[in-house]
């Protein structure tokens, strides 16, 4: 196979598990090979597309639950699709009207309508805390479990046990840092949530000479695109 070939083949494996993962996202429909060919123009026919997915789910990228079902995409996945997305530097893209009344309420320090007009545009459970004062806010834990898909009571817990525990975690973690914390995004467990059901999205942003600290959690499903635009947003309104 030739060097240009196989960059092709290369480009479109890629193209197809990305379109895989935004699809799934959007929809929240197990990804099928019948579903991509419809929507997409890969260059390829079904059987191929069906091939690209088995070598992904292989690959611990996909996971099929049932032999003749589709797929979903794992926590592999989504670092891998958030790891690319981070590297498009995305334009920070905001509606022009939610987006100035965010920040003017962020620059006015009014923290409890801040996470309330992100939970509302997101549809995410959003935090803010400010180690200094040792102030915490949030809102949107209702959209959160509106868009988890979860049924285990075990895991349900989890998430409960997460939220309750969040201005612990995140006075903790904020001590025991040694520099400013950047824009950062985990899928699965991190630092502040336990939960492998979870996404979370933080940065520290400085307002005033006081450290704030932005946070969005929501399921892994959730639509990073759209907030990774907002952290942009927020961080040329702060600079």
């Not at 999205?201 to 959730?222: A, H, K, Q, Y």
Request: glycine fraction near 4%; charged fraction near 35%.
């Amino acid at each position: 196979m030739s060097n240009v070939n196989r960059k092709i083949m290369d480009q479109r494996t890629k193209s197809i598990l990305e379109t895989s993962i935004e699809e799934f996202i959007e929809t929240g429909k197990p990804i099928t090979s019948g579903r991509l060919y419809k929507k997409y123009d890969f260059g390829i026919k079904p059987a191929m597309i069906r091939r690209e997915l088995s070598d992904w789910d292989n690959a611990d990228f996909l996971s099929q639950i049932h032999t003749a079902g589709g797929r979903i995409p794992t926590n592999k996945a989504y670092r891998f699709f958030v790891k690319n997305l981070r590297a498009e530097n995305l334009e920070p893209k905001v509606s022009k009207r939610e987006g100035k009344e965010m920040i003017e309420k962020f620059l006015s320090n009014e923290m409890n309508l801040v996470t309330k007009m992100m939970a509302k545009y997101l549809n995410t459970l959003n935090a803010i805390y400010e180690p200094n004062k040792n102030r915490f806010f949030s809102s949107g834990l209702e959209d959160l479990f509106e868009n988890i898909e979860i049924e285990e009571k075990d895991e349900l817990k989890e998430i409960i046990r997460d939220f309750e525990k969040l201005p612990q975690r995140l006075s903790e973690a904020v001590n025991n840092k040694d520099k400013k914390r950047e824009l950062e995004i985990y899928i699965g467990e991190n630092p502040f949530t336990k939960s492998n059901y979870l996404s979370l999205i933080s940065e520290e942003f400085n307002l005033n000479n006081e450290e704030i600290l932005l946070l969005t959690i929501g399921p892994r499903r959730m639509d990073y695109r759209k907030s990774i635009c907002v952290y942009r947003f927020f961080e040329d309104e702060t600079n």
